[in-house]
């Protein structure tokens, strides 16, 4: 893989750190929506991710093949995800139920207050956060844009932040880069763009507006080609993370000469007589 | 009669969660599984020794696809 870490660093001088576990890769994947369990492997590969989300549903007896081994022979951390609730309580009791099932404290804590949109409850969030981290849980709250509300999830004692680019699935990508980057500037944990991407650029985009991380999953699995599509938000993760780090130039309204005029030649026409008269 | 996912379910009261996990065809330490009897976790260590009431709500659950 590109390992360029920054800087001519070791490998893991670029590490994302989230609640004292080290990170390689700065792209989660959310397994929802592949078409099979194969081509989710397939695409966990392609993506270098080490962390995917899964969500919990009532057992069927009759599926074929498991998500679990699947996760298991991939190798990566599991981060249950508590999708579909709509109410503190709901969202409490299957953080609760994931870990009893994944045996893992963390949780990708979602509150969802509008149908139409997915976008979070902010007021239940908050109150899931606290009620979680009180529990000894590691808590990753899909949250709106919001800089008051992600420096709130924080004081509760959040582990790190994932706000959302634009609604679930939508693949409108960051509308809001400026609030994106004032939350990057508010907390200290890690921030992780979730929602929103449509495709790599985005992911780039993100990354340079100084996210640690991004969560991909429609992007991913839903593209014509899941997999492919995997290896390219994992190129743009990287590629905005170095630029992140390079840091930009400022944008201006004129034009700026790259090349120098000293030395121009002159190259009018005529001799210097010509020109006397 | 106990609901089991949303469904009616063969098993009694008086029955273990256990019981309702080998009635799933799942073993008894079925990982990647999580059980909720009322709209309460039943932690993995109460399978065994958990009996279900009449009318209880048992939801069995386990890891699906999911952003």
């Known amino acids: 893989m590109m390992d360029h870490g920054l800087a001519n660093g070791p490998p893991d001088a670029d590490a994302l750190t989230i609640a004292g576990r080290t990170l390689r890769s700065r792209l989660l994947l959310g397994t929802g929506g592949f078409a099979s369990l194969e081509l989710l492997a397939a695409a966990i590969a392609a993506s270098g991710t080490e962390m995917v989300t899964v969500a919990l549903r009532r057992i069927d007896p009759g599926a074929r093949g498991s998500l679990t081994d699947t996760l298991s022979d991939a190798g990566v951390m599991l981060l249950p995800n508590t999708a579909g609730c709509h ?8 953080a609760r139920l994931a870990r009893e099932a994944f045996a893992t404290d963390w949780v990708k804590l979602e509150v969802i207050g509008d149908e139409d949109t997915l976008l979070p409850d902010a007021p239940e969030l908050l ?23 992600a420096r709130r999830l924080v004081d509760v004692g959040c582990a790190a932040v994932m706000p959302l680019g634009s609604p679930i699935g939508s693949g409108m990508g960051i509308r ?27 992911a780039a985009l993100a990354m340079e507006l100084g996210c640690d991380a991004v969560l991909a999953a429609s992007a991913i699995s839903r593209a014509q080609d899941p997999v492919r599509m995997a290896g390219a938000i994992r190129a743009a993760v990287e590629a905005g993370r170095l630029a992140r780090a390079a840091g930009r130039i400022p944008r201006r309204l004129y034009a700026t000469a790259s090349t120098t005029n000293e030395g121009l030649a002159d190259l009018a026409a005529g001799t210097l007589a010509d020109r006397a008269t | 009669m106990i609901r089991l996912n949303g469904k ?42 958990f009996l279900l009431a009449e009318e209880a709500r048992v939801e069995v659950l386990t890891a699906m696809q999911g952003g």
Not at chain 1, 131 to 141: H, R, S, W
Not at chain 2, 24 to 38: E, I, T
């Open chain 1, 127 to 149: 109150r899931a956060a606290e009620e979680l981290v009180g529990e000894g849980f590691v808590v990753l709250p899909y949250t709106t844009d919001d800089p008051v509300l």
């Open chain 1, 176 to 202: 809001n880069p400026y609030n994106i980057a004032l939350i990057r500037e508010s907390v200290e944990v890690p921030v992780v763009l979730d929602a929103g991407i449509g495709t790599a650029s985005d």
């Open chain 1, 87 to 94: 109410t503190a309580r709901d969202a409490v009791i299957t």
């Open chain 2, 8 to 49: 009616d379910c063969e098993l009694q009261a008086g029955a273990s969660v256990a019981a309702v996990l080998a009635g799933l065809q799942l073993p008894a330490d079925a990982r990647g599984v999580a059980v909720a009897v009322d709209g309460e976790v039943v932690p993995r260590a109460q399978w065994e020794t």
